[in-house]
C-alpha cells in the first residue's frame, strides 16, 4: 500500500484566508494525485486530478501542486461553502489510497 | 449525467455477509469505466474497498482482500459488494463510485459518486 499522510489534520481559518494543505505520498508516484471536497452528510467531490488541473466546475480559488511525493492543494480566497473536509488520494497504484483528511473550520 | 444509487441492508449480524448494490442509471455499466466502492467508518475518513472493470478485471483493498468480492451483473445495469465475516469495524458509509479517465487524460478519478448507504453492524 501506498501511505498517504495530509497535514494538518484541521484548521481554523476566516473568509478570505488563504488556505494550504499538504499530502505527503510514501513513495514516488508521479502526479497521480487527485484532491477531492467532503462537505457533511455528502459524497465526496473530485476537485483535482494530476496535482494540478481543476475538474470541470471547479472555482479557480482551488489549486494544486506538486509531484514526486510532496503536494499542496492552496485555497486562495476561503468562501464560506469551502467550509468543509478535503482528501488526497493516490491513483499511481492498482490499489488506491486516501489520505486522512483535513478539516477546513471557521474561526 | 450519470447517476449511481447504493442499496442493501442497513443492519448487518457480526460475523455475516454485507452484501450491497449500486444502480447505474443515464449511463451504460459496459462503458469503459471502472466502477468501485469505497466507505467510511463514522467520524473517519475515506477507505478504498475495491474496483470491478467493464471486463469483470477487479482490483481490491490488500486489507480487505481476503472478505471482498465486487461482481457486474450487466443485465441490470448495476455491480455488487460483498464483505463476508463482518465485525463492528465493517460499521462505515458505503458509497459507490465510478473512476473514469478525467477530461480524455490518462489520469483517472472518482467522478460520480452515490449518496452512500449507511451499514451498521451489531447482534
Known amino acids: 500500500d501506498i501511505q498517504m499522510t495530509q497535514s494538518p489534520s484541521s484548521l481554523s481559518a476566516s473568509v478570505g484566508d488563504r488556505v494550504t494543505i499538504t499530502c505527503r505520498a510514501g513513495?514516488?508516484?508521479?502526479?497521480?494525485l487527485n484532491w477531492y471536497q467532503q462537505k457533511p452528510g455528502k459524497a465526496p467531490r473530485l476537485l483535482i486530478y494530476a496535482a494540478s488541473s481543476l475538474q470541470s466546475g471547479v472555482p479557480s480559488r482551488f489549486s494544486g501542486s506538486g509531484s514526486g511525493p510532496d503536494f499542496t492543494l492552496t485555497i486562495s480566497s476561503l468562501q464560506p461553502e469551502d467550509f468543509a473536509t478535503y482528501y488526497c488520494?493516490?491513483?499511481?497504484?492498482?490499489?488506491?489510497?486516501f489520505g486522512q483528511g483535513t478539516k477546513v473550520e471557521i474561526k | 449525467q450519470v447517476q449511481l444509487q447504493e442499496s442493501g441492508p442497513g443492519l448487518v449480524k457480526p460475523s455475516g455477509t454485507l452484501s450491497l448494490t449500486c444502480a447505474v442509471s443515464a449511463g451504460s455499466i459496459s462503458s469503459t469505466h471502472w466502477w468501485t466502492w469505497v466507505r467510511q467508518p463514522p467520524g473517519k475518513g475515506l477507505e478504498w474497498i475495491g474496483e470491478i472493470y467493464h471486463s469483470g478485471t477487479t482490483n481490491y483493498n490488500p486489507s480487505l482482500k481476503s472478505r471482498v468480492t465486487i461482481l457486474l451483473d450487466k443485465s441490470n445495469n448495476q455491480f455488487s459488494l460483498k464483505l463476508t465475516s463482518v465485525t463492528a469495524a465493517d460499521t462505515a458509509i458505503y458509497y459507490c463510485?465510478?473512476?473514469?479517465?478525467?477530461?480524455?487524460?490518462?489520469?483517472?478519478?472518482?467522478?460520480?459518486w452515490g449518496q452512500g448507504t449507511t451499514v451498521t453492524v451489531s447482534s
Open positions: 488520494q493516490q491513483s499511481y497504484s492498482a490499489t488506491w489510497t
Open positions: 463510485a465510478r473512476k473514469a479517465s478525467v477530461a480524455g487524460t490518462a489520469y483517472y478519478g472518482l467522478d460520480v
Open positions: 513513495q514516488t508516484i508521479g502526479t497521480y
